[in-house]
């Protein structure tokens, strides 16, 4: 006889990988699995930007805790700034995305290639744990203590000494795009006058520093069932859709009982400009892996409408910060100085339009805004309308600051 234990367990576990399998879907709409991101030949580079014309080259960074980034660097030669050095320009991806996220479209539609054509010098920043990154001087992917790090540590580390790396090598300041949780790390590493110092000015798309107000049912969903928790506690540390247990869960799901189209709406909102005839080509490189640990503390986020550092429990927090609470990350301690502009969506049901104000309320300074009605979260990376909506006002935020850098 069954005990009640396990009648229990059956469905937590089926709801659970339902959830987690679902989720990613939201951010990558993964299927095909078949893209090999592990060859030594397959890089960022060699994979999306050389085909298109544009010069590249690979770069590893080390961070302070050990990890091994991949950066790329990015121009054109048909770059019509005709700023000599160029400035540099550091693009930023969000959660599950990777560098490639700035390259998915076509040269016409992209950032990333946009960018490099007005001339900018392109810096492509990959995450530890994505696809693109090196991985780490000692420990294995394997290791748990290898996903032992939420976006704090993307912030603090990664963006740091990506920046660190740039600004050494153009001798010059750094002018940085984030989106989604590139936003995050943004502005959580921007508190920091030593990082904030190497950076000219920010864009933020879908800027996120609360989520209180998140409103993917979805999401919510997911966070009332504690499934951060859960999936830690069953010991999953690496949060990996492409392993085969999130492979042959997802084909069933997709292809039986859900839509996952419409379950993308619903986790990110609806996304006005997706271009549809492109999904095949988006899954052969989204969604990356990231880390359990990251998604209790966007969770904790959510449940505790903080700004604050990862939150560990009273007795390991004492230990760990010497306070009961995690600090806060003050937004109130991003430089004046420092020039911002936001671009967020009406539709964007992760970086809610109520938390986006707390976040302006929170700055010392007044962002440059541009408010899109009919975006969702996507939209900010892939619509097919994002140069005319979106990317030519961030340019010519971006070269304002240049011509009054050029200046001194
Ligand atoms: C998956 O990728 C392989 C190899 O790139 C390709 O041949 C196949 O048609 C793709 N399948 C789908 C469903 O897109
Ligand atoms: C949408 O994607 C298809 C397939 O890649 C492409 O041929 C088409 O040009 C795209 N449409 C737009 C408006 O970008």
Redesign the pocket.
Known sequence: MASPVAVVAVPLFLALFASLVSAQISIGFARNFSFDHRSPDVTLCSQLIRPAGYACSEHTIQTDDGYLLALQRVSSDNGNLRQNPRPPVLLQHGLFMGGDAWFL??PE?SLGFILADHGFDVWVGNVRGTHWSHGHISLSVKDKDFWDWSWQELALYDLAAMLRYINAITSSKIFVVGHSQGTIMSLAAFTQPDIAEMVEAAGLLCPISYLEHINSQFVLRMVNMHLDQMILAMGFHQLNFRSDWGVNLLDSICDGHLDCNDLLTSITGKNCCF????VD?YLEYEPHPSSAKNLRHLFQMIRKGTFSKYDYGIFKNLWQYGQLQPPEFDLGNIPESLPLWMGYGGDDALADVVDVKHTLKKLRSNPELLYLENYGHIDFIVS?HAKEDLYNHLISFFMSRVKSSSLR
């Open positions: 479209n076509s539609e271009n549809n005839s492109r080509f097919v």
